[in-house]
C-alpha cells in the first residue's frame, strides 16, 4: 500500500526535522544562559531534555522505515521521492515476495516474475526486506513492478518467481538419501 510507505516516510522526515529544531533551539538556550542573557537553568535543561526525547523519537522513525522498507530506506531522497511519486500516480507498484520456509536469505535474485492471472508480469527485485511477515514468519524481497495491471493493487496475493544466477552443481532428491549413524548418503 503507498500510503503506508508515504506515511512511515513521512513520520521519518518530520522526526528529522523535529530534531533538528530541538537541537537548534537547545543550542540558542544554551547560549542565552551561557551569557546571561535572560535563560535560567531549568529552560536550558527542559531544552535539552527536549532535544534528546527528539532525537530518540528521529532514531526510531528511522530504524522503522529501515525495517519496514529496507532498501528503500538507503535510497538518496531524490530517488526515494521519485519512486513515491510513481506510487501514488498508479505508475508502479511495490511488492514483497516473501520465500516460505527461509528465514535468512542468500544471493538477491536477479529477476522476478509474478503471475497475474495466468499473465506474467516483470518486476525489478529492490532489495531483501529485514523484518519478517507475521503470517508466514519468512525472509522477502522487495519487488517495484512498473505498469502494473489494472486492478492489481494492495492485499493480493500472488505467485512469485524469484530467478538467480546459474549455479553449477546436482540436484539429489530427497527420496535418494538414506540415513545412518554418520549422516545422510
Do not use: C
Amino acid at each position: 500500500d503507498p500510503v503506508e510507505l508515504i506515511t512511515d516516510f513521512g513520520r521519518l522526515a518530520s522526526s528529522r526535522s523535529a530534531a533538528r529544531n530541538a537541537a537548534a533551539e537547545a543550542r540558542r538556550v544554551a547560549g542565552l544562559y551561557h551569557h546571561d542573557a535572560n535563560a535560567s537553568l531549568k529552560a536550558l535543561q527542559v531544552a535539552e531534555a527536549a532535544e534528546v526525547d527528539s532525537q530518540a523519537q528521529a532514531q526510531a522513525a528511522a530504524a522503522t522505515f529501515a525495517l519496514q522498507w529496507g532498501p528503500v530506506a538507503a535510497w538518496p531522497d531524490a530517488q526515494r521521492d521519485t519512486l513515491i511519486a510513481a506510487l501514488a500516480a498508479g505508475r508502479s507498484l511495490l511488492v514483497r515476495a516473501d520465500v516460505p520456509g527461509q528465514h535468512a536469505l542468500g544471493t538477491m535474485p536477479s529477476k522476478a516474475l509474478l503471475i497475474v492471472d495466468g499473465m506474467g508480469v516483470t518486476a525489478r527485485v529492490l532489495g531483501p526486506l529485514p523484518r519478517t511477515t507475521p503470517d508466514l514468519q519468512s525472509a522477502g524481497w522487495l519487488l517495484e513492478v512498473d505498469q502494473a495491471p489494472a486492478g492489481l493493487g494492495p492485499g493480493a496475493r500472488l505467485q512469485v518467481t524469484l530467478e538467480g544466477a546459474a549455479v553449477a552443481g546436482v540436484l539429489v532428491p530427497t527420496a535418494a538419501l538414506l540415513y545412518g549413524d554418520a549422516g545422510p548418503y
